[in-house]
Structure formats: structure tokens, C-alpha cells
């Protein structure tokens, strides 16, 4: 059974920084993408970050503050957050398995989310 567990979200002031932790278990995911999306409340869910190999793409509004990463060792991948911001606040899901890497509709599993919260 292939499960995917968040953690490190929290309550942060903006311009602070949080990293966010993925653990997969149950089965790697070496050739497809791993990745992050958030929805914020009344809103749809958004592609954040997304990485297959050593291909990296990140929505945007997030390029040149966070950074993926992934631990192929842990079967863990990362998303750091540094220069957050009030709109950076939603609930962080993990997804992995998907071939197309800013469609939430491509990815097969997700974790049960993790909520980010940046104070103004």
C-alpha cells in the first residue's frame, strides 16, 4: 500500500522560512514526478513544485523561494520555503506518479496535506 506522509508545516511570519517533508512508502517513484500543490481556502488547488530526476519546475509565483528537493535514499522529497508570503498560506499536499507535472489530475497518490500559515 503506497502512502505519502507531510509534516513541517506550521505558523510562520512572512519572510520566514519552513520546509516541508514528504515520506513515501509502499513503492519509489524514480520515473515519474514527485510534487507539491497547495489550495488555499475558497480557492482551486495550484501547482507549486514538481521534480523528476534532476528536472525541477516550480509555478511562478513561488520561482526563486522555494526550492524542491528529494531524498532517494528516504524515499523523502522536500519543499523549501524562504521568503514567505501572506498568499503563501493554504494546505500543502505531496503528490507523486504523475507524467505530467502541473496536472493534479495526472498524479495517482497524495498525502493528507499539511497547513502553512504566513502572518502578516
Known amino acids: 500500500q503506497v502512502q505519502l506522509v507531510e509534516s513541517g508545516g506550521g505558523l510562520v511570519q512572512a519572510g520566514g522560512s519552513l520546509r516541508l517533508s514528504c515520506a513515501a512508502s509502499g513503492r519509489t517513484f524514480i520515473g515519474s514526478y514527485m510534487a507539491w500543490f497547495r489550495q488555499a481556502p475558497g480557492k482551486e488547488r495550484e501547482f507549486v513544485a514538481a521534480?523528476?530526476?534532476?528536472?525541477?519546475f516550480y509555478a511562478d509565483s513561488v520561482k526563486g523561494r522555494f526550492t524542491i528537493s528529494r531524498d532517494n535514499a528516504k524515499n523523502t522529497v522536500y519543499l523549501q520555503m524562504n521568503s514567505l508570503k501572506p498568499e503563501d498560506t493554504a494546505n500543502y499536499y505531496c503528490?507523486?506518479?504523475?507524467?505530467?507535472?502541473?496536472?493534479?489530475?495526472?498524479?495517482?497518490?497524495w498525502g493528507q496535506g499539511t497547513q502553512v500559515t504566513v502572518s502578516s
Open positions: 521534480m523528476r530526476m534532476t528536472v525541477n
Open positions: 503528490a507523486a506518479g504523475g507524467m505530467i507535472y502541473n496536472r493534479g489530475s495526472d498524479y495517482t497518490y
